[in-house]
Nanobody
Framework: QVQLVESGGGLVQPGGSLRLSCAASGSIASIFFKGWYRQAPGKQRELVALITGSGSRNSADSVKGRFTISRDYVKNTMDLQMNKLKPEDTGVYYC??????????????WGQGTQVTVAS
């Protein structure tokens, strides 16, 4: 069974840092890590950061200069380094990837989410 699993969330004080990781597992023929999203309580899911096939990065204005997305296709992981965290960064963070399974069926996958809480 193919799945994405996020880790690294937790409680951090304003100004602190966290590093989220997204790991893919299962019978995978190919994977394209697409990006990180987040959902704050009572709000819709929003884009945090994207990474293209060529490695170009883009991020939401609210996190520019603070968050950095990266991926490692050897380890099949995608990370999100979050620095200078603010209370408004609080939410559940999800990773997204397009995966071709071993049976050559291609679908978009989401992880189950990891909670990030920024509070003093």
């Amino acid at each position: 069974q193919v799945q994405l699993v996020e880790s690294g969330g937790g409680l951090v004080q304003p100004g602190g840092s966290l590093r989220l990781s997204c790991a893919a597992s299962g019978s995978i023929a190919s994977i394209f890590f697409k990006g990180w999203y987040r959902q704050a309580p009572g709000k819709q899911r929003e884009l945090v950061a994207l990474i293209t096939g060529s490695g170009s990065r883009n991020s939401a204005d609210s996190v520019k200069g603070r968050f950095t997305i990266s991926r490692d296709y050897v380890k099949n992981t995608m990370d999100l380094q979050m620095n200078k965290l603010k209370p408004e960064d609080t939410g559940v963070y999800y990773c997204n990837a397009r995966i071709t399974r071993g049976d050559f069926v291609t679908s978009d996958y989401w992880g189950q989410g990891t909670q990030v809480t920024v509070a003093s």
